[in-house]
């Protein structure tokens, strides 16, 4: 027998002990990679080499996972069992707008209730939304196309009520596609279900405001004080849905531009006066085509 065999075989060597300690250290849940065989399905190695050769096999793994330069042997991990670490900048950005849009929205809402900050102005805020409302407009327009006698004022009229019909038509719909809530779980009120104006984006009475004040400051000769008290009406009426906690700032601005939309569809597909004339007449059960 050799002199190596001897010591190795001798009990009181420190060899054992540190092989113990070195599995007991590799035993600790951090190094629990390091003692699993290769993924692969290779055949069990020996006892004496075999702790070694899983140990090298297992980093030479996790380098080339790390690299991209899997072996063809080794598996595949299913997609749904890895993590998303690396979200797209476009869902990062997505999310950061959404919160930054409500948290602002929510700060702004200090008319939300009675017992808010503001809360003793919130009826002079819902007078002023109700000045954009959409019954309020058709109802207004229908009075005073009733009343009117030129026919430069009915074209003009008339022209304004198929844009508003349109205006809260198509507000319903993409309220009704997008299906937001509000800032605050208000219930919407009795003139606002009668309007189909249950959701949050866009904002009906802002796209009013915006098309009608558009269309106005086009279609009338006003000085130069109410064409400035028309633009900031339109703002104002915007601005307190998001004071009474009834939208975000993004369902208001979202509803200013659908509104300059509409106003730029109608222009485009404007009635001329022969054809305000025999809308009228038919409204009015006047018309006799015959004659």
């Known amino acids: 027998?050799?002199?190596g065999e001897e010591v190795q075989n001798m009990p009181g060597t420190a060899v054992r002990p540190k092989a113990r300690e070195r599995n007991s250290v590799l035993n600790r849940p951090e190094f629990m990679s390091l003692n699993q065989p290769?993924?692969?399905?290779?055949?069990?190695?020996?006892?004496?080499?075999?702790?070694?050769?899983?140990?090298?096999?297992?980093?030479?793994?996790?380098?080339?996972?790390?690299?991209?330069?899997?072996?063809?042997?080794?598996?595949?991990?299913?997609?749904?069992?890895?993590?998303q670490l690396n979200p797209?900048?476009?869902?990062?950005?997505?999310?950061?707008?959404?919160?930054?849009?409500?948290?602002?929205?929510?700060?702004?809402?200090?008319c939300a209730y009675t017992?808010?900050?503001?809360?003793?102005?919130?009826?002079?805020?819902?007078?002023?939304?109700?000045?954009?409302?959409?019954l309020t407009w058709i109802i207004g327009t229908v009075v005073c196309l009733t009343r009117s006698n030129t026919p430069a004022g009915q074209e003009v009229l008339v022209n304004l009520l198929l844009a508003l019909i349109v205006d809260v038509l198509t507000v319903a719909g993409v309220q009704r596609l997008v299906k937001r809530k509000g800032p605050w779980e208000m219930a919407p009120g009795f003139l606002d279900r009668v309007a189909m104006d249950a959701y949050a984006f866009p904002a009906a009475h802002a796209s009013r405001a915006a098309m009608v004040s558009k269309f106005l400051l086009s279609h009338l000769v006003l000085a130069v004080p109410l064409r400035i008290?028309?633009?900031l009406w339109a703002v104002l009426v915007g601005v307190s849905r998001v004071l009474l906690g009834r939208h975000h700032l993004t369902d208001v601005l979202c509803g200013f531009a659908l509104g300059l939309f509409h106003f730029g569809l109608m222009e485009t597909v404007w009635l001329s006066s022969n054809t305000c004339q025999t809308?009228?007449?038919?409204?009015?059960l006047s018309w006799s085509p015959f004659s």
Request: hydrophobic share 35%.
């Open 38 to 83: 290769l993924r692969g399905g290779g055949a069990p190695e020996s006892r004496g080499g075999g702790t070694a050769s899983r140990r090298s096999g297992s980093i030479r793994s996790q380098a080339s996972e790390d690299a991209g330069e899997r072996e063809p042997g080794q598996q595949r991990l299913p997609e749904e069992d890895c993590m």
């Open 279 to 284: 809308l009228i007449s038919i409204g009015t």
């Open 1 to 3: 027998m050799s002199v």
């Open 115 to 134: 017992w808010s900050s503001w809360g003793g102005c919130r009826s002079m805020f819902n007078l002023l939304a109700l000045t954009g409302h959409g």
């Open 229 to 231: 008290l028309l633009v």
């Open 88 to 110: 797209s900048l476009k869902g990062i950005a997505k999310s950061s707008l959404l919160a930054i849009d409500i948290c602002l929205s929510k700060r702004m809402s200090v």
